[in-house]
Structures are given as C-alpha cells and as structure tokens.
C-alpha cells in the first residue's frame, strides 16, 4: 500500500506499518478475498480489537455458563410444567423458587458483569479514532 499512498503523497501518515504512522489492518488466514479465509486479528490505532483465538475462548465460556444457567433453571420449570406441588408460591418477603431465584440468579448476575466488562474496547468513548479517505 506504499505505492498508492507515494501517488496521493500521503506516504508520510500512510502506506506502511511504521511507528508513528496511521494504520488499522487486518491478518487473514488466506487471500482477503477467498470465501475460505477468515480474519485471525484487527488491529486499530496500535490496539487488538479482534483475536480469534480470544473469540474461540470467550465463546466456550458463554456456552459453558449457558449450560450451567440452564442446568440450574430446569428443575424449576420441571416442576412449573408438571403442576408444582404449591411450594412455588411466593414467600412473604416476595422473593420465590422461580428460575432466577439462588444459584440461577448469582449465574445470572456473574454472566451480565461478565458481560459488561469484556464488551469491545472498540467506541466505548475513551478512544479517540478519527478514520479519513486519506488513511485508506
């Protein structure tokens, strides 16, 4: 990308992976093109948006504390769906054994902060990116 940024005379901020320059990119797995490549990482000014490898972990994460949420919610709509036996009326404090009651509720609560605290860097408004013509 040297050569075009050298025509726009732009090579100065752009064209090359250089300290000080300006530079988002992408490492493919194969040609940026072919239907059989995918995106490995993505880099924005100097920072790893995207990491497969990151991705793959977080996924297995979100189905294992899926399993373990719903693993903890079926004994309760077991028994909602056969008719329940009257204990799931509420309690005099208001609280009651539906599907977010105990350790459905603490799993729940840990897989919203989860959640919150590793959402995408990316346009949470303590990064400055500005993305011009000129930079591509």
Same mark, same amino acid.
């Given at each position: 990308?040297?050569?075009?940024?050298?025509?726009?005379?732009?090579?100065?901020?752009?064209?090359?992976?250089?300290?000080?320059?300006?530079?988002?990119?992408?490492?493919?797995?194969?040609?940026?093109?072919?239907?059989?490549?995918?995106?490995?990482?993505?880099?924005?000014?100097?920072?790893?948006?995207? $990491?497969?490898?990151? &991705?793959?972990?977080?996924?297995?994460?979100?189905?294992? @504390?899926?399993? !373990?949420? %719903?693993?903890? +919610? /079926?004994?309760?709509?077991?028994?909602?769906?056969?008719?329940?036996?009257?204990?799931?009326?509420?309690?005099? $404090?208001?609280?009651? &054994?539906?599907?977010?009651?105990?350790?459905?509720?603490? @799993?729940?609560? !840990?897989? %919203?902060?989860? +959640? /919150?605290?590793?959402?995408?860097?990316?346009?949470?408004?303590?990064?400055?990116?500005?993305?011009?013509?000129?930079?591509?």
């Amino acid at each position: 990308t040297i050569t075009p940024a050298r025509q726009l005379r732009g090579d100065r901020q752009t064209g090359s992976l250089e300290p000080g320059k300006d530079a988002d990119f992408v490492l493919w797995t194969g040609h940026p093109l072919s239907t059989y490549t995918r995106a490995e990482q993505t880099w924005i000014d100097g920072r790893c948006y995207f $990491d497969h490898n990151r &991705d793959q972990e977080l996924r297995r994460e979100v189905a294992a @504390l899926r399993e !373990r949420l %719903i693993q903890a +919610a /079926l004994p309760d709509r077991r028994k909602s769906m056969s008719g329940g036996d009257g204990d799931d009326k509420k309690k005099p $404090d208001g609280s009651g &054994d539906g599907p977010t009651s105990g350790f459905a509720r603490m @799993l729940l609560h !840990r897989a %919203i902060h989860h +959640a /919150l605290e590793h959402q995408a860097p990316y346009g949470d408004g303590r990064d400055r990116h500005t993305c011009s013509s000129a930079s591509f």
